[in-house]
């Protein structure tokens, strides 16, 4: 079974870890995932709105068509990109105002998931880890990110390997 959506998010696919980047208008997804592909060898997916696909249990983002090979860069404006077609989605973080919640495992897409199709029950079922941060400057996020993500069992982060595409 496919659920196909779309969503207010950014992707980034850091060796074979899928990040999904979620939060607020505004909230430095973008700035985020410029800092994960400029200081530590990310590669984008999409930036500021995401088809997804739920797959099998796996949850699969690739870039909206109109926005492929764009991304928002704070005092630039839309600048190319070089992009992965696809990528699946792994982990997640969460960008918030106020304080940081525990980092638990969450539903994917809480507050961003605008499904296509009527029935969206089993997104509730998919679960990542999932990395609250409060708002913070883009870089000290990716510090926080790459802290956090080589932790997260078997997520083999440290090494770097070659994205998950199909």
Not at 88 to 105: C, E, F, N, W, Y
Not at 110 to 134: D, E, G, R
């Amino acid at each position: 079974m496919t659920i196909n959506g779309t969503a207010h998010a950014s992707a980034v696919l850091l060796g074979p870890v899928g990040l999904l980047v979620c939060g607020p208008s505004g909230g430095g997804k973008s700035a985020l995932c410029h800092a994960l592909v400029d200081h530590h060898a990310a590669r984008w997916v999409g930036d500021d709105q995401l088809c997804l696909a739920l797959t099998e249990g796996h949850l699969w983002a690739k870039p909206h068509p109109r926005l492929a090979g764009k991304a928002e860069r704070r005092g630039k404006g839309i600048v190319g990109i070089c992009y992965a077609q696809e990528g699946r989605m792994t982990h997640q973080i969460v960008l918030q105002d106020g304080p940081a919640k525990p980092s638990l495992p969450s539903p994917v897409l809480a507050h961003t998931w605008q499904p296509n199709l009527k029935n969206s029950a089993a997104l509730s079922q998919v679960l990542l880890p999932t990395l609250f941060l409060p708002r913070l400057s883009p870089c000290m996020a990716a510090e926080r990110a790459m802290e956090w993500l080589p932790a997260q069992q078997g997520c083999g982060v440290e090494a770097m390997g070659s994205p998950q595409t199909r």
